[in-house]
């Protein structure tokens, strides 16, 4: 069994069977999840900041880091995966807690779910299923063989999206 992990700014996408896509401790990061049902091809995309503006220079390194250059190369990556573009497509999310910024000063986590939102809707785009905000980081696993979304956290049962 083959594992794809996406790091901070991250992303990834496959159909080939016995494969998970994996990104570890979402904070107040968004994973922006997408599954082909037709191709049977997953992805995932692991978003730090809302907006490429804030370091442009990063965005050749890591598109994955902002919403609105990572959702983009996400889709692009999944065409790779032989999906024919957004259409059909199922949209999870997760992440976007308060973890370090309890005076809610910059509210990143929510400018990360609000700005990865905003740019999947300018694709035709809503997610049917999300978990996000709270104040707690969250692991979350993808499976290619079922499309099931698995979220993890310390001292919590797994659950699915």
């Not at 499976?143 to 979220?151: A, E, K, Y």
Request: aromatic fraction near 4%.
């Amino acid at each position: 069994m083959a594992e794809i992990v996406i790091g901070v700014g991250g992303l990834g996408a496959s159909n080939s069977k016995g494969t998970t896509i994996k990104t570890y401790a979402l904070g107040s990061c968004v994973a922006v999840v997408l599954l082909d049902p037709q191709t049977r091809t997953v992805g995932m995309v692991h978003v730090a900041l809302p907006d490429s503006s804030i370091r442009p220079d990063k965005v050749a390194s890591l598109p994955g880091y902002f919403a609105d250059t990572g959702i983009p190369a996400l889709l692009q990556e999944m065409r790779r995966c032989g999906t024919r573009g957004p259409q059909g497509l199922i949209v999870k999310l997760a992440g976007g807690a308060q973890i370090m910024d309890q005076n809610n000063t910059f509210n990143i986590g929510k400018r990360n779910a609000l700005a990865a939102k905003k740019i999947l809707w300018g694709f035709g785009l809503a997610p049917v299923a999300e978990d996000l905000g709270a104040n707690f980081s969250r692991t979350v696993t993808l499976s290619t063989d079922t499309g099931v979304m698995t979220l993890s956290t310390p001292g919590r049962p797994a659950w699915h999206l």
